[in-house]
C-alpha cells in the first residue's frame, strides 16, 4: 500500500507561481510511475505530468509544457510540480498519483492505483 499526502495549493493571480509537493510512504519501492492530475469543476480528471522510477523520462500534456515542470530525487522523495505563468484555466483541484510498472498511458487515470487527496489551485485574473 502507498500513501500520499500533497501540499501546495493556494490562490495565485495570473502569472503567478506555484509549487505542489506530494510525499509518498508505504511501500514505496513497487512505485514506477508518479503523476499529476487536475479536475475543474463539471470536468472530468485530466492528466498533467508524470515521471517514471528512473526519473529519466517526465511526459507533459500541452497546455502546461513549458510552464510546467515536475521533478523527484528517487522514487522514495517527496515529488514536486513547479508550476510558472499560471492561467486561469489552470485552476482546479491538483491530485497526486502513483502506479505500477504496466502497459498503460502515462495519462490514463488506470494506470494509477493510489490517489492523493486533492489540493486546490485558484487562479483568478
Known amino acids: 500500500q502507498v500513501h500520499l499526502v500533497e501540499s501546495g495549493g493556494d490562490s495565485v493571480q495570473t502569472g503567478g507561481s506555484l509549487t505542489l509537493s506530494c510525499t509518498p510512504s508505504?511501500?514505496?519501492?513497487?512505485?514506477?510511475?508518479m503523476g499529476w492530475f487536475r479536475q475543474a469543476p463539471g470536468a472530468e480528471r485530466e492528466a498533467v505530468a508524470a515521471?517514471?522510477?528512473?526519473?529519466?523520462?517526465?511526459r507533459y500534456v500541452d497546455s502546461v509544457r513549458g510552464r510546467f515542470t515536475i521533478s523527484q530525487e528517487n522514487s522514495e522523495s517527496t515529488m514536486l510540480l513547479s508550476m510558472n505563468d499560471l492561467k486561469p484555466e489552470d485552476t482546479a483541484v491538483y491530485y497526486c498519483?502513483?502506479?505500477?510498472?504496466?502497459?498503460?498511458?502515462?495519462?490514463?487515470?488506470?494506470?494509477?492505483?493510489?490517489w492523493g487527496q486533492g489540493t486546490q489551485v485558484a487562479v483568478s485574473s
Open positions: 515521471i517514471w522510477s528512473d526519473r529519466r523520462i517526465a
Open positions: 498519483a502513483a502506479g505500477p510498472r504496466q502497459g498503460l498511458m502515462w495519462n490514463n487515470t488506470s494506470r494509477y492505483h493510489y
Open positions: 508505504g511501500s514505496t519501492r513497487d512505485i514506477y510511475i
